[in-house]
């Protein structure tokens, strides 16, 4: 049976303006799907928006217009931005399509009537801009322990979900699957959260204060809390009870991606609904860090937000999905500034990459008019430089297996410096200037290129576009997000006679 691969990024609010947060779990996410579709697997990628709630309300009155409306002008941001960015997501959801909406409500239905769902009348504490609610016990100094601000004391009647039937299942579930929660910390920091007594979770607004929600299909007066609503989306966008078939394979190899910030409605929220609802849960839920700009947190107040539009007018799609997944650990937090993604630009792209390109084609093209030339036998220094190149796919391999981004491009940038050093201590210039060694010549140009070849390959998922550039550059005639993995990681699959071409340098150096 094929295999099936799924990955989400969590769906954004409408109302933000896309950030570098956004685009690093999104750019993130694009890089495993590629990788997977790579190795041959089925892969679905989700992303999407987030429409429902009471600051989407707010805004679109402001605006008086209506929400509907507000959040068909302000998805256009994200969706154009993921164009920019080169992401190849399979599917885009939005809260507010019949699809999504159809499903939640069958869910809800469902678990009312498996008694799952409860009526009650609820007093607790309440952030209007957060939506939710908090016992006094949660309260920071008296204001909400998320945001900070001023809570209100609110009375009301409204559905509840019995999440906290299923605390012991989850603790169970979580010390079983290792690899359930990632980094380890982030897991570790939920079993310390299940210590507590688990809550039942309030999943409905009285529709008189909220009315922007997916109504309760069995109580008019309600519409579904957000997160509810919003966590579905990743069942309803791959066929959930519309297209099972379909939705099962992807299901049982689903990954979420997430940040930090998020861990307890998808470690939490999302495993005990989808217990209730006789799903199993996700197979991995990975939780990465903060973006810091320049050692400050990314705040509106601060007007410090980076603006991924006008990073790559700047830098270029490329080098920004480079810098982001290589500049830190996943998992860990990372500090954006413009010194560090230049310098790294400049060393890591322009130089180590950038020059090995285009000295390779430029031999290619000086001492054998541009046409691959045929190999004769290898020597010890060309079988390390084969030997590298297939074990670097194994690395990468494992460390995509572990979502070990940089990691993985460490590796890459081994065979690179690798290749770098083949050419330096080969010396084809010297060479080319000896009659003699003509044949020599030839097999140390061919094993550049075919280098050059596993390198493009394994670079595709973190910058496609140039390692597409890269991959015509060596006269590859088949589209490379075409290519397998598996049919390709043998030494010595260029053809002898192939033409390269020299092309324009992929990542200029960037003057500071
Ligand atoms: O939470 N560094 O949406 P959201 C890295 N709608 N990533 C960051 C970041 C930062 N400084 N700031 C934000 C929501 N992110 C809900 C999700 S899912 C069913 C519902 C990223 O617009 C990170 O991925 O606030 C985080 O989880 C996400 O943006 C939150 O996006």
Redesign the pocket.
């Known amino acids: 049976m094929e295999n099936t691969f799924y990955v989400t990024?969590?769906?954004?609010?409408v109302n933000?303006i896309p950030?570098i947060?956004?685009a690093?779990?999104t750019i993130a996410a694009d890089v495993l799907a590629r990788y997977h579709r790579l190795t041959g697997s089925k892969v679905f990628f989700l992303t999407g928006i987030?429409e429902h709630g009471q600051k989407v309300q707010e805004a679109a009155r402001e605006r008086n217009i209506s929400p509907q409306e507000h959040c068909d002008e302000m998805v256009v941001r994200f969706q154009d931005l993921w164009k920019k960015f080169n992401i190849s997501n399979d599917a885009f959801i939005r809260t507010t399509e019949e699809r999504h909406k159809t499903v939640v409500q069958e869910i809800l239905i469902y678990l009312y009537k498996k008694g799952e769902i409860y009526k009650t009348s609820y007093e607790g504490w309440y952030c209007v801009p957060d939506e939710r609610f908090w016992t006094e016990k949660d309260l920071v100094e008296g204001c909400c322990p998320e945001c900070g601000r001023t809570v209100q004391q609110i009375k009301e009647s409204n559905y509840f979900f019995r999440m906290s039937n299923y605390q012991k299942w989850l603790i169970d579930y979580i010390e079983k699957h290792e690899s359930f929660v990632l980094p380890q910390t982030r897991r570790n920091e939920i079993l310390g959260f299940l210590r507590q007594p688990l809550e039942d979770l309030c999943i409905s607004r009285p529709r008189k204060r909220l009315s922007w929600g997916i109504p309760i299909p069995f109580d008019s007066d309600y519409v579904t809390y957000v997160w509810f609503d919003?966590?579905i989306?990743y069942v309803s966008a791959s066929g959930y009870l519309k297209d099972n078939d379909r939705f099962f394979p992807f299901w049982k190899n689903a990954v979420h991606l997430?940040?930090k910030?998020?861990l307890t409605t998808h470690c939490v929220y999302w495993p005990t609904m989808l217990k209730a609802m006789g799903l199993e849960p996700p197979r991995m839920v990975f939780a990465?860090g903060?973006?810091t700009i320049e050692g400050k947190k990314?705040s509106k107040s601060l007007h410090n937000t980076v603006e991924p539009n006008m990073l790559i007018e700047n830098y270029g799609t490329d080098p920004i999905r480079f810098f982001l997944l290589r500049e830190g650990t996943f998992g860990l937090d990372s500090d954006f500034s413009h010194k560090a993604l230049i310098h790294r630009v400049n060393s890591s792209l322009a130089n180590d990459l950038g020059n090995l390109l285009n000295r390779s084609l430029a031999m290619t093209i000086k001492y054998f008019k541009g046409r691959i030339p045929k190999h004769s036998s290898f020597e010890a220094i060309d079988e390390s430089l084969h030997e590298k190149a297939v074990q670097v796919v194994k690395k990468v391999d494992t460390h995509m297996g572990e979502v070990a981004f940089q990691k993985s491009l460490d590796s890459i940038w081994e065979l690179i410096a690798m290749t770098n050093k083949y050419i330096d201590e080969s010396a084809p210039w010297f060479l080319a200037k000896d009659t003699n060694k003509q044949k020599r010549l030839a097999t140390v140009i061919y094993s550049v290129l075919e280098s050059l070849r596993f390198i493009s390959i394994l670079l595709f998922p973190f910058i496609p576009s140039s390692a597409e550039k890269m991959w015509g550059a060596l006269g590859m005639k088949e589209s490379i997000d075409q290519q397998r993995l598996d049919n390709i990681k043998k030494w010595g699959m260029l053809k002898e006679g192939t033409v390269v071409t020299k092309i324009p340098p992929l990542f200029p150096r960037i003057e500071n």
């Open positions: 990024t969590p769906i954004y609010y933000d950030h947060g956004h690093y779990t987030d919003a966590l989306n997430i940040g910030d998020i990465h903060w973006w990314m």
